[in-house]
């Protein structure tokens, strides 16, 4: 075969061409896949990585919403805001002096700790951070960044910064129901998904922490080009707005905001139904005391007061107060932290007997006619202890109306055997009692009214074949028609069934935030049970003679329709009292708490008053007229405010503090 070695080496020369062409292919193929994943796949990865070698996010910090209530007929009452705090710092850099020198003069003008300064001074010089700011004081008084001003000149590198902080304008007035806030923990920060940063600082208690996420609003932030590993310093002027053009790192080196500035969303502001002046009244009528006083707007549910004692001022949380303080508002006896309207329960006592009243007239019980009649005491078949009126001697012949003017025990052991556990439960969860009344706070008690289901569930696990133990014996219906045995509420329960007494019957839900309000539910009692327990309740308050003086004459006032109710809240065994032979005798601790629930018919907004006095012992003597000065206060400071030039004289915020 004739071969043509030319095409030969040519068909040879091509096949190796192939050959390095597909090698090409590949080896590009290889390339463009690489990066492909370099470009494509991993571009967010790199460019993270990049990115947070030259840019940084400088963040701003927002200033918290503020907190509105009213005052009397105001509204927009400022009852929380910021002002402006204002810490002392040094710049090295900034310093044309001997730093020694500047120390000697801060310490002569505002007395500073000249040594630790110093220290702080020689490590940022050491770690080469000339521009780091160096703290000297936080928060100094407006007196001491006046004086530091005045003489700038010779105090090179001393600047104030400016940032927001929490006030709380009435101090200790309302302080437990605005809360207070403190520093986010290191769990807290983990969890945040950097809502929170270190130092930040975070709603406890109250409002302030039920609205965290309102109040707090949200970050500003600018992108800043980092040169270095130095940290951004930024200095504000004296309203706190940030320096922008003069930002440098901690080395010195100039930092391009590449950003514009994306400023820092206040928190919102909120607005409560909370009378300032009112609250500040009931909290110094409680003054010296342990207990609350809640008022309601009877018609609608908006609290009006919410005062319980002792208080605190959660400025100190803020405040450049010693820690001390703060340990002795939170571990210290008696516990200022609860809040004893609602988080905490007591025996409703003979208050009850407004609720014990409703069911019997409802489920038709009784009727106006009803009597009973009273000796002094009650037995139960079969039953040799007999349980007393707390009037030995005997009420006589009485009926719904005098059985509550006069408290009579003996009535309401009859009627409580004939409404028996079962529809006395049923018409306290109507009411509100024995569960949460749905107030707008966080750490509301539900407190407790029993039930066959309850006993049952809570001793039977014990004792599965003793069914003696868990059964429900008509003796402790007995103890709970007067609001004794295992019964409890909060004073707040007791004004909510107050204000369905004053409204007509229906219930209404207590809320503090005006963007709560709610209508009140469906009426659970009719005309003639709602007047027939205010008859009760208005010849209570009376003042006699001729006719004899209710048991809560001490909350009269001439030309008002008050209904009330007094209340003695067993707070230990009575044997423990019965050793003393007159109250003054017993001890405190020993003393039953004091109750007085009430209402106003006839004045605009009508109201409903819930008192409790722990160990107040007589709710006639010591509750009573603590509700009188609450209305007689309540609508004095209506009237007054008619007149504009009186419109200054109700509460006066705390002074101190400035804002920005
Ligand atoms: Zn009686």
């Known amino acids: 075969m004739n071969v043509d070695p030319q095409k030969e080496q040519y068909e040879g020369f091509t096949g190796r061409l192939y050959f390095i062409g597909i090698l090409i292919a590949l080896a590009m193929l290889l390339l463009v896949t690489r990066l ?23 963040r701003l910090e927002p200033p918290r919403g503020m907190i509105f209530g009213r005052d ?3 509204s927009d009452v400022v009852l929380a805001d ?22 000697r003069r801060l310490n002569e003008m505002i007395g500073i700790d000249e040594a630790a300064l110093l220290k702080k001074i020689r490590k940022s010089d050491k770690e080469n951070q000339p521009h780091r700011q160096i703290l000297i004081k936080k928060d100094i008084p407006r007196s001491v960044a006046g004086r530091v001003e005045e003489y700038a000149y010779a105090l090179p590198g001393v600047f104030t910064l400016v940032r927001p902080v929490r006030r709380y304008v009435y101090g200790r007035t309302g302080g437990q129901l605005l809360g207070y806030l403190s520093e986010v923990n290191r769990k807290e920060l983990n969890a945040s998904d950097g809502i929170y940063r270190m130092g930040d600082l975070k ?5 302030e922490r039920l609205y965290e996420d309102t109040l707090r609003g949200s970050d500003g932030r600018m992108l800043v080009t980092k040169f270095a590993t130095g940290v951004p310093q930024l200095r504000t002027d004296p309203y706190g707005n940030p320096y922008v053009e003069n930002l440098v790192d901690s080395y010195g080196h100039n930092l391009r905001v590449e950003k514009e500035i994306e400023p820092a969303i206040a928190g919102k502001s909120i607005h409560i139904t909370l009378d300032i002046g009112l609250q500040a009244k009931a909290e110094e009528l409680l003054k010296g005391e342990e207990g609350a006083i809640v008022v309601l707007n009877a018609d609608t549910g908006e609290t009006l007061a919410l005062a319980s004692s002792p208080g605190y001022d959660p400025g100190v949380f803020v405040s450049r107060r010693g820690s001390r303080e703060r340990m002795e508002i939170l571990l210290g006896k008696p516990n200022r932290m609860i809040n004893r309207a609602f988080q905490e329960v007591y025996p409703p006592g003979s208050t009850y007997k407004v609720l014990m009243a409703a069911a019997a007239l409802e489920e038709g019980i009784i009727d106006e006619n009803t009597t009973f009649t009273c000796w002094g005491r009650f037995h139960l078949p079969g039953v040799s202890r007999p349980w007393h009126c707390w009037r030995r001697s005997g009420h006589g012949k009485v009926n719904v109306v005098d059985a509550l003017a006069f408290s009579c025990d003996v009535f309401f052991y009859e009627v409580g055997q004939r409404l028996t556990v079962d529809r006395i439960k ?15 706070m966080p750490g509301e008690v539900p407190g407790l009214i029993p ?3 309850w006993k ?36 707040l329960q007791c004004a909510v069934l107050m204000a369905a007494v004053v409204n007509g019957g229906y219930r209404v839900r207590p809320y503090l935030n005006e963007a709560n309000a709610q209508k009140p539910g469906e009426r659970l009692l009719s005309d003639k049970t709602v007047s027939l327990i205010q008859q009760g309740m208005l010849k209570c308050v009376v003042k006699g003679p001729p006719a004899p003086s209710g048991t809560g004459h001490a909350a009269y006032i001439e030309g008002m329709s008050i209904i009330g109710k007094t209340g003695s809240a067993q707070n230990v065994n009575l044997k423990h009292q019965e050793q003393y032979e007159n109250d003054e005798d017993i001890p405190k601790e020993l003393r039953d708490h004091a109750w007085f629930i009430s209402g106003v018919l006839d004045l605009e907004p009508r109201i409903a008053v819930s008192v409790l006095v722990e160990h107040g012992h007589h ?41 920005p």
């Not at 006639?620 to 030039?645: G, N």
């Open 72 to 74: 009397g007929l105001r």
């Open 203 to 207: 709603g406890r208690s109250g409002l």
């Open 619 to 659: 709710g006639s003597r010591v509750a009573a007229p603590l509700a009188k000065d609450i209305i007689e206060y309540f609508y004095a400071s209506r009237d007054e405010q008619d007149d504009p030039l009186l419109m200054t004289q109700s509460a006066s915020p705390a002074t101190g503090g400035d804002r």
């Open 426 to 440: 049923e018409w306290s969860t109507k009411l509100g009692m024995g569960e949460k009344t749905g107030l707008d």
């Open 82 to 103: 910021n002002r402006a705090a204002r810490d002392l710092l040094f710049v090295p850099a900034d310093c044309d002096r001997d730093p020694e020198e500047i120390c």
């Open 451 to 453: 039930s066959r289901e």
């Open 36 to 58: 492909w994943i370099l470009q494509i796949v991993r571009w967010d990865e790199f460019r993270a990585k990049s990115t947070s070698n030259r840019l940084r996010i400088q």
């Open 456 to 491: 049952e569930k809570r001793l039977k696990p014990a004792h599965p074949n003793e069914p003696w133990e868990y059964r429900w014996y008509p003796g402790e219906t007995v103890n709970l028609s007067i609001g004794q045995g295992s019964a409890t509420a909060t004073p």
